[in-house]
């Protein structure tokens, strides 16, 4: 019901800040859609995929320790958008961002096989 189309991304020097969004376009339209719970995952070079925040329909968030204080997740539902604002990249923050969302009625970082609709991914690159 949902694609997932990510824009952002790129370069950007260590301590440095960087925007990446996901807009999620429904193909068929439902009200249940405010019920999604979305999120942002990464993927480094030969390791694997990592849940680093998600936010709930209530506006509830959770982040992986890893980015805690860092990033912060946000939706814009007037724009059907979903942003993930980080701050004081790190290098090893480099990776392959993507977004997810889930109809079913669970949020975490974890599994991974909970969200069924994924983005196509953006690579982030921060260099010391």
């Known amino acids: 019901q949902v694609q997932l189309v990510q824009s952002g991304g790129g370069s950007e020097e260590a301590g440095g800040s960087m925007r990446l969004s996901c807009e999620a376009f429904?193909?068929?339209?439902?009200?249940?859609?405010?019920?999604?719970?979305m999120g942002w995952f990464r993927q480094k070079s030969r390791e694997g995929r990592e849940g680093i925040a998600v936010i709930v329909s209530d506006g509830t968030t959770r982040y992986a320790d890893s980015v805690e204080g860092r990033f912060t997740i946000s939706k814009d539902n007037a724009k059907n958008s979903l942003y993930l604002e980080m701050n004081n990249l790190k290098v090893e923050d480099s990776a392959m961002y993507v977004c997810a969302a889930t109809e079913l009625p669970r949020c975490a970082l974890a599994p991974e096989s909970w969200y069924t609709f994924w983005g196509q991914g953006t690579e982030v690159t921060v260099s010391s």
């Open positions: 429904a193909l068929i339209p439902s009200s249940d859609s405010i019920k999604y719970c």
